[in-house]
């Protein structure tokens, strides 16, 4: 069962587990707050469920081995702060965009102190938006060929944060070497 803080049943909040490059996705559908989702046995994945229409959140690490069912029991969502920014290249004057030769929406992940990453992207216009959990958290990009800065120990408290945190990312691309035959 999926409930806010107060028990207000969840109904239709997106769920999502991750292990490496497979990633599986629910929402829960019945009045209830219920959800199942089946994945493979063998790995271990980080849940997080967030409904950002409610600002509220919860994320876990789980290990899935074997072929039993796993009950989670009654699920709380938390409070979330949202972080936000912009990405720029090489200074903070040019926006890594939709209009930069090569340019790919870059997955940017949350980190915290227990290892559970959050996972949102950057829009076509240098811009990211996430929602997260009281906690401390690393911020770093997927794809290292961007030689991204990355930002650690950002401080998510929900009752003290009154305005949304912003965040500031530079990448600089390595050099890519074209031969051209004619």
Known sequence: D??????????DTPITMVSG????STTT?????NF??????????????FSL???????????VSGDENI??????????????????????ATFWDS?????????LFATDE?????????????RFFTQLPDGVYDFEFENELLNATIIEDVIVNTSKTLQNSFLEFYVYPEEIEVTLNV
């Not at 559908?29 to 707050?33: A, E, F, I, W």
């Not at 089946?38 to 469920?49: A, M, N």
């Open 71 to 92: 009950d989670l029991g009654t699920i709380y969502l938390e409070p979330t702060s949202t972080i936000e920014g912009f990405v720029y290249l090489y200074d903070n």
């Open 53 to 63: 229409t409610r600002a509220m959140g919860y994320g876990e690490l789980l290990e």
């Open 21 to 24: 490059d497979l990633e599986f």
């Open 36 to 49: 199942s989702i089946r994945v493979p046995s063998g790995h271990d994945y980080h849940l997080t469920i």
């Open 99 to 107: 209009t930069i030769p090569g340019w790919e929406s870059e997955n």
């Open 114 to 126: 227990n290892g559970l990453t959050w996972n949102t992207t950057v829009s076509s216009e240098g």
């Open 29 to 33: 559908s019945s009045d209830t707050g």
């Open 2 to 11: 999926l409930f806010l803080m107060n028990t207000e049943t969840v109904k």
